[in-house]
């Protein structure tokens, strides 16, 4: 009988062939995103240190507080203007884009693209 592999199964692999080839540094963190059904986080970490530098949310007041929902693509789009800017405040500029083995496709490329326009370089 052949079975079926879940998606959270399909995306985790993913991701970890992804992880293989992608390292952030001090100097140039990794972007890290993960979407659930209901919000998106981001953060920038350090691999090498083992230390998330800055991370923002949908569940975090200030980005929460502009939305009616925190599920969408104008989420996502608020939350790569709320991490770039944070990022920038940091002192970082130029980040490593992890997708988290998502598509690259509505609320991922929002918020790439949203941090992109703030400032961030990738």
Do not use: C, W
């Amino acid at each position: 009988m052949i079975t079926k592999k879940s998606r959270t199964e399909v995306r985790v692999k993913k991701h970890r062939r992804i992880r293989n080839t992608l390292s952030g540094t001090a100097a140039r963190p990794r972007l890290a995103v993960f979407r659930s059904n209901q919000h998106m986080y981001a953060q920038l970490i350090d691999d090498e240190a083992g230390k998330t530098l800055v991370s923002a949310s949908t569940l975090d007041a200030d980005v929460k507080a502009d939305l009616e929902k925190t599920n969408n693509v104008e989420a996502a789009s608020r939350l790569g203007t709320v991490i770039a800017k944070r990022a920038i405040d940091a002192g970082v500029k130029e980040v490593i884009f992890d997708r988290g083995g998502f598509i690259y496709a509505g609320k991922v490329a929002a918020l790439a693209d949203a941090a992109r326009k703030a400032g961030l370089e990738f």
